[in-house]
């Protein structure tokens, strides 16, 4: 089973862009398919991307068209680049792997393995 470690979070004013990366452990980081969560104060985990193992994307309606998911399997990590940051995406955001799983992957119980979570602040 994989490890997984985020980086990349911070404060950035509306406007702005940071990506995030997770990084894995453990053998078979090709065969996971790979998300991001995110949990706003007083909220649930909410789903925002996935890339499968077979490279499929998903999103979140609320991130579609600013936020893009990639992956690198030689250097088994993850990327979320965010672009056009809005308060709204102000939440700790965590990274996720299933094991070959397939389309969407929006149920948190589905995955393996998360990391443990990268503050990503967004000021008007």
């Known amino acids: 089973q994989v490890q997984l470690e985020e980086f990349g979070g911070g404060l950035v004013q509306t406007g702005g862009s940071l990506r995030l990366s997770c990084t894995a452990s453990?053998?078979?980081?090709?065969?996971?398919?790979m998300a991001w969560f995110r949990q706003a104060p007083g909220k649930e985990r909410e789903f925002v991307a996935r890339?499968?193992?077979?490279?499929?994307?998903y999103y979140d309606d609320s991130v579609k068209a600013r936020f893009t998911i990639s992956r690198d399997n030689t250097e088994k990590t993850v990327y979320l680049q965010m672009d056009s940051l809005k308060p709204d995406d102000t939440a700790i955001y965590y990274c996720?792997?299933?094991?070959?799983?397939?389309?969407?992957?929006?149920?948190?119980?589905?995955?393996?393995?998360w990391g443990q979570g990268t503050q990503v602040t967004v000021s008007s």
């Open positions: 996720a792997a299933e094991f070959q799983g397939n389309d969407w992957g929006k149920n948190p119980l589905d995955y393996d393995a």
């Open positions: 890339i499968t193992w077979t490279i499929y994307t």
């Open positions: 453990g053998p078979q980081f090709e065969h996971y398919s």
